[in-house]
């Protein structure tokens, strides 16, 4: 399967697991448990009356629920996308088990900026954590090129990030030097590929990436 997030479970160290318990690991509440459980006896991995699952079993049991469900947080993006993902959505227990995000606000904003269809991404200025963070969340999802704002670009590279991505985020409010975005800010490319984005986190540079992807569209 693709683009589908593996539901998240401990690591055992027993023969075997209790069904309600693991079932409520991966996110499933109270009401969802039971209908979760149908699925598990329909697939032949339990049957009625057993409380308790193989170990063995366990890998099968998750390909089966991510087969079936969605499990989403109440983001709205999230809700979305598991509305569209062709499964039947089930709301989860906790933001971590939700399938598309993880409950990480930066893990969202990475998702709906593939599904904004980026697939070349320039970002000019941030830390070198934060540039460690966007290469960890986007590869193999986007391609990157990640440019100290405090070091001199030369021009001819500057250009060539232009001509190369589908946007280039100029990153304000953190490492950047006037003398490097205005490379990019000047160029006569900049005004349908460069994005000015004013905020400090990682999720509301890709928000930006995002949100001017939405406006070219109107």
């Known amino acids: 399967m693709t683009d589908i997030h593996p539901l998240h479970y401990k690591h055992l160290v027993s023969a075997d697991v209790d069904i309600d318990e693991w079932l409520t690991g991966q996110g499933f509440g109270a009401a969802a448990r039971s209908l979760a459980r149908s699925v598990l006896e329909g697939a032949g991995l339990t049957r009625a009356g057993k409380t308790r699952l193989s170990v063995e079993k366990v890998g099968r049991g998750v390909e089966v629920l991510t087969t079936r469900f969605a499990l989403h ?10 509305k569209t993902s062709g499964r039947e959505p089930l ?15 930066n893990s969202r904003a990475a998702q709906a900026l593939t599904e904004a269809g980026i697939r070349k991404l320039v970002v000019v200025g941030g830390t070198p954590a ?5 290469e960890r969340l986007l590869a193999g999802k986007v391609e990157l090129r990640l440019v100290d704002g405090t070091r001199h670009r030369p021009i001819d590279r500057a250009k060539a990030d232009l001509e190369w991505a589908d946007r280039v985020l100029l990153w304000g409010a953190t490492e950047l030097h006037h003398k490097v975005s205005k490379q990019y800010a000047d160029a006569p490319a900049a005004k349908a590929r460069v994005v ?8 509301q540079l890709l928000s930006g990436a995002v949100e001017s992807v939405r406006r070219a569209a109107r």
């Open 130 to 134: 934060t540039r460690e963070e966007l």
């Open 196 to 203: 000015h984005v004013p905020r400090r986190g990682v999720a």
């Open 91 to 105: 709301a989860t227990e906790t933001k971590q088990t939700c399938q598309r995000c993880g409950g990480s606000e």
């Open 73 to 82: 947080c109440h983001a709205a993006e999230c809700i979305a996308w598991a």
